[in-house]
């Protein structure tokens, strides 16, 4: 699903000492962990932070899934993106990712979905792919869907409230 339309971002993995920092609103640290200035969205989100540091002690193999940063053409973050954690038995893989409201209506999300989707595709124990939306997220729903994914269910969720559950077969 690459598009050349697409703006050209990379997905560089949060380090383990920035995924720290957030998680410890320490965002100087953070930004200095990782190497340039992260994105606001990134560190308004600590409750992630804190849930996936909290993850990859208890789940160590999710390390290497969880926690990207979204880094445009010329290096600057733009946001974060990842799976919700490596695929489940059933060979499901779920997506997530925020665009700093500076930087969106340019294609990053887009542009990183593809990324994950790639990077789905790659690995053999993936074999769906999931992403979450509320319903009311008029612009996260056109991006999911015109990756491909289908809405084939919903569900509450804690955080969210009701969200619409879309899969594809990678």
Not at 120 to 132: K, S
Request: glycine residues 8%.
């Amino acid at each position: 699903m690459l598009d050349s339309r697409l703006p050209v971002v990379r997905l560089l993995p949060l380090t383990p000492a920035a995924l720290s920092a957030l998680a410890e609103c320490n965002f100087a640290a953070a930004d200095a962990a990782f190497g340039r200035e992260l994105a606001r969205i990134t560190k308004n989100e600590t409750w992630l932070w804190r849930l996936r540091r909290d993850q990859i002690v208890l789940t160590p193999g999710d390390r290497n899934w969880v926690a990207y940063v979204i880094v445009n053409e010329v290096g600057t973050a733009v946001g974060h993106a990842g799976f919700h954690g490596g695929p489940d038995p059933s060979g499901m893989a779920e997506v997530g990712y925020s665009v700093d409201p500076a930087y969106r209506g340019r294609g990053f999300a887009k542009a990183a979905l593809a990324e994950l989707i790639a990077r789905a595709r790659r690995e053999p124990d993936v074999r769906t792919l999931r992403a979450t939306v509320r319903p009311d997220n008029a612009a996260s729903l056109a991006v999911i869907r015109g990756a491909g994914l289908v809405e084939n269910d919903d569900q509450r969720d804690a955080r969210d409230g009701r969200e619409l559950i879309f899969e594809m077969p990678v």
